[in-house]
């Protein structure tokens, strides 16, 4: 394995390929409208519906982790983005059915309500794809 200067990434890196780039371009969307979505419901109406303000606060917070794992690579980068696409899948499954189960708990729609259907189901997908893109892209 070559010695890693402060001006290479390691070959993992998500930026280094054309589908690691696109799966890094939708993490990075996700992370920034997610992120400005929650922000401005935080902002001028939080009592309206906490739970679902801060939980997008949270997806956003997450979306930017894996962002930022898949871009650094080497094995702190593949740790962080193995964690916040794991997080991000459980919470997508766990929000989704809990907004599905009981719907007066979410009075407005997180990220992740009803499995991200408000996002074309995009929610739900991304993890699979970078969970898969992680494993397909593992050190040998």
Do not use: K, N
């Not at 997508?92 to 907004?99: A, E, M, P, Q």
Request: aromatic share 10%.
């Amino acid at each position: 394995m070559a010695e890693r200067t402060p001006t290479t990434r390691p070959s993992d890196a998500a930026i280094g390929t054309g589908a690691g780039r696109v799966l890094l371009l939708v993490y990075g969307i996700f992370a920034l409208s997610a992120g400005a979505r929650a922000g401005v419901q935080i902002a001028t109406r939080f009592d309206e519906a906490p739970l679902a303000y801060l939980l997008s606060a949270g997806a956003a917070l997450v979306y930017l982790a894996a962002t930022v794992g898949l871009a650094v690579g080497g094995a702190r980068g593949r740790l962080i983005a193995l964690a916040g696409c794991t997080v991000e899948l459980l919470g997508v499954l766990v929000v989704g059915t809990l907004s599905v189960a009981d719907a007066v708990a979410f009075p407005d729609d997180t990220v992740w309500s009803r499995y991200g259907s408000g996002y074309g189901y995009v929610p739900l997908i991304l993890p699979f794809i970078g969970l898969w893109w992680l494993w397909r892209h593992r050190a040998r």
